[in-house]
């Protein structure tokens, strides 16, 4: 893993809180197209990091907890399914925003006309549901709420997806 080891503890330079655990982890996420085998590394010290934030942080344990178990199930997946952040993988781009308020500041600049036919909105929707997916993974302040737009977006691609049938 190229970005380096959090340091988990109540010593100087070490980390102790939750909040300074996620910060730290997602400061050394894999680059997006980084391959498989570096992010399941990544994955498995995010785990080892919360599981050991769950015993010095004890007012939250239990998130931290939380956090352990979902990293190893991804580190546990076979290589050609373990999630990175890479978006729009094709010849164009990748996309990585560090935030949800980042995302939805973009988004807000993006979105069609109200005008636009069903199948640009339906364009939309997809691309947001798999974007918001994505920063619920760094955004880990805001992760449940990125999941709820995430699902909002497709909900709403469903929905134009019957009126089309």
């Given at each position: 893993m190229s970005g380096g080891r959090v340091r988990i503890g109540t010593g100087?330079?070490?980390?102790?809180?939750?909040?300074?655990?996620?910060e730290?982890?997602?400061?050394?996420?894999?680059?997006?197209l980084a391959p498989a085998s570096e992010w399941r590394a990544y994955y498995y010290h995010?785990?080892?990091?919360?599981?050991?934030?769950?015993r010095v942080d004890t007012g939250n344990a239990s998130e931290a907890l939380y956090w352990a178990e979902r990293e190893h199930e991804k580190a546990q997946r076979s290589l050609?399914?373990?999630?990175?952040?890479?978006?729009?993988t094709g010849p164009h781009k990748v996309?990585?925003?560090r935030s949800l308020d980042a995302l939805c500041r973009e988004l807000d600049d993006t979105h069609p006309r109200?005008?636009?036919?069903?199948?640009?909105w339906l364009t939309y929707h997809q691309s947001c549901a798999e974007l918001f997916a994505a920063v619920a993974e760094i955004d880990r302040w805001n992760h449940h709420l990125a999941?709820?737009?995430a699902e909002k977006s497709r909900r709403a691609a469903r929905e134009i997806q019957g009126k089309e049938v």
């Open positions: 100087q330079g070490e980390i102790r809180l939750l909040r300074a655990a996620h730290a982890l997602v400061a050394i996420r894999p680059a997006p995010s785990a080892s990091t919360y599981r050991e934030i769950s050609d399914e373990i999630p990175t952040d890479a978006i729009g996309v990585r925003f109200i005008s636009a036919q069903p199948s640009v999941l709820y737009y």
